[in-house]
């Protein structure tokens, strides 16, 4: 059986090197003969181009790697691919959108896995949405791809637990575990047709945005401590919450959540320090956000009392 990976992202090389790790205990024979990965960009300040995570591991293990600028009317790249006679595409996350000559190309098809139970959550954000509406279930559906965004027939969906204190990272580690083993299996079935495709109801869809900016900037006065702490697991790592402190953008790094009333503490989005060296914020609820670890835009992170001693200013309440 042989694949053609459509990936870019950190996820994407932990999901192949399981792959690597358990293919040799099937019987038939898989061979991971191509990844397609985004261009190379430059990162940090100085701007150094750096290969993508999935790029540098597949170059580790003997595997093609191709990074096409663009898909659309690309015809020495579908050459490419029809010279490897695909059995299958495998796409996660690779942030282009897949033409249909290259859907066509592979002998059983495109496969895409998506972090959601479709038709639920379709497009770009399906484990932040769910964190920030406070599922406590998520799944991994695998499915067929056409030319419409996570619109096509699902092959097959596993269901996830979610703690309450789960962040997106965390989420991603379950996926990891069950993932591998339930795509190749998924790949055999196709291949022997022991499974059954099964359409999408499109009256039920529901969509998630790309994440903007916006989506990621928290408003004590608006929101409740509730949804502030949900927006913080949904994007810790990346791209993290913050908020503005003198004109620059205050990462909120690491937080917690007081679930007691705090209405005679002090007004909303007031900043109080407590004699146990807790940072509170009060929040729309009256509820509170105890901050843990923060990051001035430009600056080193570091403990919330280490960034009091330098910033006396951001408490406006001492109790």
């Not at 039920?204 to 409740?224: R, S």
């Not at 913080?232 to 937080?255: M, S, V």
Request: charged share 30%.
């Amino acid at each position: 059986m042989k694949i053609a990976f459509f990936w870019t992202g950190e996820f994407s090389k932990n999901i192949l090197k399981w792959i690597l790790e358990i293919k040799d205990n099937y019987k038939e024979s898989i061979e991971p003969c191509l990844v397609v990965s985004q261009p190379d960009k430059p990162k940090g300040r100085d701007k150094i181009i750096s290969n993508t995570p999935i790029k540098e591991f597949a170059l580790d293990n003997n595997i093609k790697v191709l990074q096409p600028a663009k898909l659309k009317n690309n015809e020495d790249f579908f050459s490419d691919l029809k010279k490897l006679n695909l059995d299958f595409i495998i796409v996660v996350a690779y942030g282009k959108i897949i033409p249909k000559e290259i859907l066509e190309i592979p002998k059983y098809g495109c496969i895409n896995i998506h972090w959601s139970i479709l038709p639920k959550y379709r497009w770009a954000s399906p484990i932040q949405e769910s964190i920030k509406n406070w599922d406590i279930l998520t799944w991994l559906t695998i499915m067929y791809m056409s030319e419409w965004m996570d619109e096509w027939d699902v092959l097959k969906i596993e269901e996830v637990e979610v703690d309450n204190v789960d962040k997106t990272f965390d989420i991603f580690r379950k996926f990891e575990k069950i993932w591998p083993k339930l795509l190749l299996n998924t790949l055999f079935w196709v291949i022997d047709w022991k499974i059954k495709w099964i359409p999408q109801d499109n009256t039920k869809a529901t969509y998630c945005k790309k994440i903007e900016k916006e989506d990621w900037f928290v408003d004590f006065k608006k929101e409740t401590s509730f949804e502030i702490y949900n927006k913080f697991r949904a994007y810790y790592k990346w791209p993290w919450i913050y908020t503005n402190y003198l004109w620059k953008k205050l990462n909120l790094e690491e937080i917690s959540i007081d679930n007691q009333s705090r209405q005679e503490s002090g007004q909303v989005w007031q900043v109080i320090k407590l004699e146990n060296k807790k940072i509170w914020v009060i929040c729309k609820d009256n509820k509170a956000i105890i901050l843990e670890k923060v990051k001035l835009e430009w600056k080193k992170s570091m403990s919330i009392m280490d960034f009091i001693n330098g910033n006396k200013n951001f408490i406006s309440v001492i109790s």
